[in-house]
């Protein structure tokens, strides 16, 4: 059974750090993965989309990265900004003979103080 | 129980037509959500409905779209005059989630893949 995890569960830094967001999952059979952020009572945002065979993707100040054989996945943002502030939400997709069934970690909750 | 289905899992169309695309949620799931997926890109949220709560129709790309949603029940999104632009997998996924709680895990049905000539 897939399981993906995601640490730290919240994070607090001050605007103009970079930081990374860590995503681990249990089984490396993914056919994707993909981060995602969540505003307060809104939908989700896809921000980055890995396929299995990449190692890693960037957009603007986002690069995010992916280890399959260890099951690792780090979301790295440069240069952080108060609107940055969102839960952020990695989700792997398992392998297409499974369904599309997409597997969601808890999040982490980042604030970026001004 | 039966995961989300979805129907149809095919539609092809003329520009210009306008479509139903039906999400049958997991029974007793409050949360449904409906994404839309281009070829090769990552999933963009559409529309988000919880319990009898309004909508969050932030995701939707122009008045073109709607949906709609019954109760805890079947969902509809309608494409009205189709573009090309629209061609893409339409998913719907749906959770136990409560209060916005993200703890639940969201389970897709298996979309439908729209194309629009």
């Known amino acids: 059974k897939q399981e993906v995890t995601q640490i730290p569960a919240a994070l607090s830094v001050p605007e103009g750090e970079n930081l990374v967001l860590n995503c681990s999952f249990t089984?490396?059979?993914?056919?994707?993965l993909q981060w995602f952020r969540q505003d307060p009572g809104k939908g989700l945002t896809s921000l980055l989309l890995i396929q299995s065979s990449q190692r890693e993707q960037t957009s603007g100040r986002l690069n995010a990265s992916l280890d399959k054989s260890s099951g690792r996945s780090t979301l790295y943002i440069a240069a952080s900004q108060p609107g940055d502030s969102a839960t952020y939400l990695c989700?792997?997709?398992?392998?297409?003979?499974?369904?599309?069934?997409?597997?969601f970690g808890a999040g982490t909750r980042l604030f970026v103080k001004a | 129980g039966a995961g989300v289905s979805q129907s149809p899992s095919n539609k092809v169309t003329e520009k210009g037509k306008d479509v139903e695309l039906r999400c049958d949620p997991i029974s007793g799931h409050t949360a449904l959500y409906w994404y839309r997926q281009r070829l090769g890109q990552g999933l963009e949220f559409l529309i988000y409905?919880?319990?009898?709560?309004?909508?969050?129709k932030s995701g939707l790309p122009s008045d073109r779209f709607s949906a709609e949603r019954t109760g805890e029940s079947v969902s509809t999104l309608t494409i009205q005059r189709t573009q090309q632009e629209d061609s893409a997998v339409y998913l719907c996924?749906?959770?136990?989630?409560?209060?916005?709680?993200?703890?639940?895990?969201?389970?897709f049905g298996p979309g439908t893949r729209l194309l629009v000539l």
């Open positions: 089984d490396s059979a993914i056919y994707n």
């Open positions: 989700a792997v997709r398992t392998v297409p003979t499974g369904g599309f069934k997409t597997i």
């Open positions: 409905f919880q319990g009898n709560s309004a909508p969050d």
């Open positions: 996924a749906s959770s136990s989630s409560r209060g916005g709680s993200l703890q639940e895990t969201q389970y």
